[in-house]
């Protein structure tokens, strides 16, 4: 213990100090430590927890991103089909309407020909009539006699019976 004195170290106090050092760590350790292990350990798991919410999330990102585009996929080809049957059926009103174009013109060429032919009747039948005045006059003028009322219907009768 002399050597002990001689670096002046006292060794009551020594036992002493001993003494409190270890009623201190006692105290740490029981009060300190282990809580201060517990928070940790809870924030270690949260962490974990945490990385096994992000990946849980990160794959459903994923499978919503693929189903998302199945979904862009299946309407870019419903679009594309809707396109396609607009222009076979624009094609389909553009042949129909000519066609009834067609038909319209052809009606109106029949009536225009029909009316031609009454104008044409009409007219013939003017000419008739006045094909027998003017036999009637040319007579007169040749024979230099008056015609007769009952002679004059006689001409015209038989220049409208006339085909």
């Not at 309407?75 to 042949?95: F, H, N, R, Y």
């Not at 040319?138 to 409208?160: F, H, P, R, V, Y």
């Amino acid at each position: 213990m002399e050597i002990l004195n001689q670096f002046g170290v006292n060794p009551i106090l020594l036992a002493a100090q001993v003494v409190n050092f270890v009623i201190l760590l006692f105290i740490l350790k029981r009060f300190l430590y282990k809580p201060l292990l517990k928070v940790l350990q809870e924030r270690k798991q949260k962490i974990a927890d945490s990385l096994k919410n992000a990946e849980k999330i990160e794959k459903r990102l994923q499978e919503t991103n693929e189903e998302l585009e199945k979904t862009l996929g299946k309407a870019l080809k419903e679009g594309q089909k809707i396109i396609d049957e607009s222009k076979k059926t624009g094609i389909q009103i553009m042949e129909d309407s000519k066609q009834t174009a067609a038909e319209i013109i052809e009606n109106a060429y029949k009536q225009v020909a029909e009316a031609q032919k009454a104008e044409y009747t009409k007219l013939e039948q003017r000419v008739r009539e006045n094909a027998g005045q003017i036999v009637a006059i040319a007579l007169e003028k040749i024979t230099g006699k008056i015609l007769n009322k009952n002679q004059k219907d006689i001409i015209e009768k038989s220049m409208k019976n006339l085909s």
